[in-house]
């Protein structure tokens, strides 16, 4: 089974890249953020006419997620509860019985500010979700944009970016519980070396030649899935293309 996650920063502005990528590198699963539609203007039909199941949430300009699948999805769920709460940010369907959780993480703008606050009681509430409904022991995939950074070879510069938003001790701290929960960062599993990004600003000129990026693009798996996983990749060619997100996709493999 292959896998990947991708920020679009816009489905209607990148729809080319995303369908073009599915066709060439056709992965079973892709998980998408930032979709920035309402439900009625999500592409599904685009998705559908090259084989790919689709199941999303969106609103106008902000956030949105989605699932696409080569095969149907079940048990489809949005946000944190019944209601629906952060369903924008969330999203969690199961494919060959193995449920996928596709995150949109709170950036938190500034560590002094509360929405700093607001995006750690988001993982509050994310940890608290996994052990409701999940087990650490069984299969599970987590995906998406977690908008931090995990190590410090995740960052073009650790020293001086420690302590700012995307790479912040309290973050970091949040991570390691989902860690001690039962999560392996697969693409660390299989990829040991820095400078391996899946962001770059685009207020900073000439960031990706300069390697001034951010790996806050994730695939994680619970311990028995990722044994299963036998090589991750970020496929930086779509950061590229003309137009393009300000993130790429990050891929891995399970031998499923």
């Known amino acids: 089974m292959k896998v990947a996650s ?10 080319k890249i995303v369908l073009d990528w599915l066709q060439k590198e056709s992965p079973d699963i892709l998980c998408l953020q930032e979709t920035k539609v309402t439900d009625a203007e999500f592409p599904q039909a685009a998705f559908e006419d090259i084989h790919y199941h689709a199941v999303f949430r969106g609103e106008k300009s902000y956030n949105g997620v989605a699932i696409l699948s080569k095969i149907p999805l079940k048990n489809v769920r949005m946000g944190f509860d019944e209601s629906g709460s952060e369903g924008t940010r969330l999203i969690t369907a199961t494919v060959n019985k193995i449920p996928i959780v596709n995150t949109y993480i709170p950036q938190g703008v500034h560590p002094l500010l509360k929405q700093f606050r607001y995006k750690l009681d988001w993982f509050q509430r994310l940890y608290d979700y996994f052990g409701k409904n999940f087990q650490s022991e069984k299969a599970l995939l987590w995906m998406g944009d977690f908008n931090v950074a995990p190590e410090p070879m995740d960052v073009y510069d650790s020293d001086h970016l420690l302590g700012s938003i ?8 949040a991570l390691q519980r989902f860690k001690k929960w039962g999560f392996v960062d697969v693409f660390r599993l299989h990829e040991h070396s820095p400078e391996q ?3 770059w600003d685009y207020r900073v000129k000439s960031a990706i030649a300069r390697k001034r990026g951010w790996r806050v693009d ?7 899935l990722a044994k299963q996983s036998t090589k991750a990749w970020i496929d930086i060619s779509p950061r590229l293309l003309e137009k393009p997100s300000d993130h790429t996709f990050i891929v891995a493999e399970f031998e499923i």
């Not at 995307?166 to 701290?173: D, I, K, S, T, V």
């Not at 994730?218 to 028995?224: C, L, V």
């Open 218 to 224: 994730h695939i994680w798996a619970t311990r028995s």
């Open 197 to 199: 990004y899946t962001f």
């Open 166 to 173: 995307g790479f912040h001790p309290e973050e970091h701290a």
């Open 6 to 15: 991708f920020n679009v920063n816009s489905i209607r502005a990148r729809l």
